[in-house]
């Protein structure tokens, strides 16, 4: 990294200094010889920077990034489905006329319908939609 770094800085100055003596220098016949010397001074300065720079150190740093930036996002994948897959059965429950308590806990969908009687139905419809989803239909509440 401190490769890097150095090769950066020395492209700063050295393009800081073409720049300012391109600047400061009179607008004369002499311009494109003074264009064609910045140049070579530029390419001749990078040069220098590029060939002490420690690329081994450089490719062992990317190396690290690459191995870094691979993060298991599988964990997070699975959460979003069961968050997406218990949203899907509130919307089937609310389809079919079921009020419902739709929740998720430790990847198991637990299901309460508001009214005993619909318990049954739950069941039905969670066995029919819910797929690889484990469920709890539980004791339904006391509206008639």
């Not at 190396?63 to 509130?90: C, G, H, I, M, W």
């Not at 969908?109 to 969670?126: G, I, N």
């Amino acid at each position: 990294m401190e490769s890097i770094r150095h090769l950066a800085l020395g492209c700063c100055v050295v393009s800081t200094a073409a720049g300012l003596l391109r600047v400061f220098w009179p607008d004369n016949g002499y311009k494109p010889v003074i264009n064609a010397v910045l140049m070579l001074y530029i390419i001749t300065a990078v040069w220098q920077f590029a060939r002490t720079a420690d690329w081994q150190g450089v490719v062992g740093q990317l190396q690290n990034f690459s191995a870094a930036a691979k993060t298991d996002y599988e964990p997070y994948a699975q959460s979003l489905a069961e968050q997406v897959s218990a949203q899907a059965v509130r919307e089937i429950l609310q389809q079919n006329g079921i009020e419902a308590a739709v929740s998720l806990r430790d990847g198991t969908l637990y299901v309460t319908p508001a009214r005993p009687a619909d318990a049954p139905r739950v069941r039905q419809l969670l066995q029919e939609n819910c797929g690889s989803l484990p469920y709890t239909v539980q004791n339904g509440g006391d509206a008639p």
